[in-house]
């Protein structure tokens, strides 16, 4: 995928569900993988020319695991003209040595999470992005559907009431394989999460399942993501359809 798809999938999902207006500063949840790499590339990039001016701030939380390096991802955000800051936790202790947690993701989501929302407040940002994609609201929809008995999957836009901050997922039309493309394109620098539980989690088999359904019935991946869109989810905002020139 070429960054003009990109930025044109990215608009298309700001502008349906009016994620930024002007004035916005915006918080990007950096984790140093292809998804949050992604958005930092269509987000810096689309600031230069929409309409509605806003500013962004990349942050990564570290949870404290040896050897995890950076600086490549700090030299690609001054390329591209974004302020970055990694913060440095002790997550990782916490939940490995001293809880011992042996289902530790939840707990460290909420963690990082809230470690991320106080310095997206301490920058002045008024908006946080998560780089969520298509394949990751479907795979949403079937884990609350098997492990929880409902019909859920996350909110493009969602108002964080405790924090005082909404939380915009603008890559919600890009397909995880045009993720792909676009980081083997422009060389992303990834950094290898080194999580012991990455791989291993509801998450990954709903993925699978998700892709074998997709193997077995062509089409079935799209289909499925429609349906999400027109399902009228519980706190999902109101889809505005504009024609694009």
Request: positive net charge; proline residues 4%.
């Amino acid at each position: 995928m070429k960054l003009q798809q990109l930025l044109s999938q990215t608009r298309k999902a700001i502008d349906e569900y009016q994620m930024i207006q002007d004035g916005d500063r915006i918080a990007v949840g950096i984790s140093g993988g292809k998804d949050s790499l992604t958005l930092l590339y269509a987000l810096s990039n689309l600031r230069r020319f929409y309409p509605k001016k806003f500013e962004i701030e990349a942050i990564s939380v570290n949870i404290g695991f040896d050897g995890v390096d950076m600086s490549e991802i700090e030299s690609l955000c001054r390329d591209l003209n974004v302020s970055y800051t990694i913060i440095d936790t002790e997550i990782a202790k916490i939940i490995f040595e001293e809880r011992k947690e042996s289902n530790p993701c939840s707990l460290c989501a909420k963690m990082r999470k809230g470690s991320f929302n106080e310095k997206a407040k301490e920058l002045n940002c008024n908006k946080i992005a998560y780089a969520h994609h298509k394949d990751d609201v479907i795979e949403t929809l079937f884990l609350s559907f098997i492990f929880e008995g409902r019909l859920h999957s996350f909110s493009p836009v969602t108002y964080l009431d405790r924090m005082d901050l909404t939380l915009i997922r603008p890559m919600l039309f890009v397909s995880e394989s045009d993720v792909i493309g676009f980081k083997n394109k422009y060389n992303l620098p990834i950094v290898k999460n080194p999580c012991p539980a990455d791989g291993y989690t509801k998450r990954e088999y709903a993925k699978n399942l998700v892709k074998q359904l997709s193997d077995e019935h062509p089409g079935a991946k799209e289909r499925m993501f429609t349906a999400i869109l027109n399902g009228n989810l519980q706190g999902w905002p109101q889809r505005i359809l504009t024609k694009r020139i």
